[in-house]
């Protein structure tokens, strides 16, 4: 297969590598399997440009983007719909998404598996035309991205403490919201006993969870039960699933935000999410694609 990889400099993992090295070491492993590479390494604000760019060319296959759920997203939202392929290089903070696709946790081997992989179909959801391959949410997310983009942090583990102390300053304050649903939607179902990130990217259907939390300690154990891949036992949830929903704000006075795909949007009066079946074609591990084949 042809690879274009584009990395992300500013991304939280690939910061603080050296990119010479990690591009050739990314080279090495594809070309050992029999493929080809063109590897451009961008800033965060030209991501986009040379993702279009890479798309846009004949001779490519797969397009391996490395980066953090912003860069991710952007490159499925691109893709979507389109021949080429998405390799999705685990370099963010969760990697929710790449957990789903079975991708391996390290980016060694991740490019390993990328080299032996195969290409199948995954779902991408939308939320008022904009596509998602995670999750689009309103209320204590947003509220907790808010502050946390107030603190410092300068590594992978330091926005993972700075997530937690967020969470906690959410709970000991939660936004006023009234919507008809809250919570999250996820482009398919949360799996149990684990992160939330969908087992099964193929399943055609929103994944919605609507809190029914009224109290700080009650919003508290809702945190531990999402953290322990517990969603479908906590007392603080109600989970549905659905291929379309419409939410609705009721608070004609005040502007909100919501949370796509981990980066800050404003919230529309009204927002329209989707489920797209087979939107997108991904490179898994070729054990991971026979899995989801079974």
């Known amino acids: 297969m042809r690879f274009a990889a584009i990395l992300n400099r500013d991304g939280e993992t690939l910061r603080t590598l050296d990119l010479d090295a990690f591009a050739g070491r990314i080279r090495e492993t594809l070309e050992a399997a029999g493929h080809s590479v063109e ?20 001779n490519v296959d797969v397009v391996l983007a490395g980066g953090g759920d ?19 290089l685990p370099a963010g903070t969760m990697n929710l998404f790449a957990r789903g696709l079975g991708i391996p946790q390290t980016l060694e081997e991740a490019l390993q598996s990328f ?4 290409v199948m179909t995954v779902d991408m959801a939308s939320a008022n035309g904009r596509p998602f391959v995670h999750q689009f949410s309103v209320g204590m997310h ?3 991205v808010q502050l946390r983009r107030t603190m410092d942090f300068g ?7 700075a997530s937690v102390r ?24 949360f799996g149990e006993g684990h992160l939330p990130y969908a087992d099964n990217p193929s399943g055609g259907v929103l994944g919605i969870y609507v809190s029914v939390a009224r109290r700080r300690h009650h919003l508290a154990k809702l945190l531990l039960d999402i953290l322990r891949g517990r969603l479908r036992q906590s007392a603080h949830v109600e989970v549905h699933e659905s291929d ?12 909100f935000s919501a949370v796509l795909d981990g980066e800050l949007v404003k919230l529309e009066r009204e ?22 084949a079974a």
């Open 115 to 118: 080299a032996d992989g195969e």
């Open 244 to 255: 379309k929903v419409v939410l609705k704000i009721h608070s004609r006075t005040r502007k």
């Open 70 to 88: 912003g860069t991710i997203s952007t490159a499925a939202s691109l893709l979507m719909n389109k021949k080429k392929a998405l390799a999705v």
């Open 166 to 189: 967020a969470a906690w300053a959410a709970i000991k304050s939660p936004p006023a919201l009234k919507v008809s649903l809250a919570i999250g939607i996820s482009n398919n179902l």
């Open 155 to 161: 590594s992978r583990f330091g926005k993972m403490q």
């Open 271 to 292: 927002t329209t999410i989707e489920i797209h079946p087979g939107a997108l074609k991904v490179l898994v591990p070729s054990s991971s694609a026979q899995a989801k």
């Open 39 to 58: 590897i451009d390494v961008v800033a965060g604000r030209d991501i986009a440009a040379a993702l279009e760019k890479a798309i846009a060319k004949r």
């Open 142 to 144: 947003a509220r907790m």
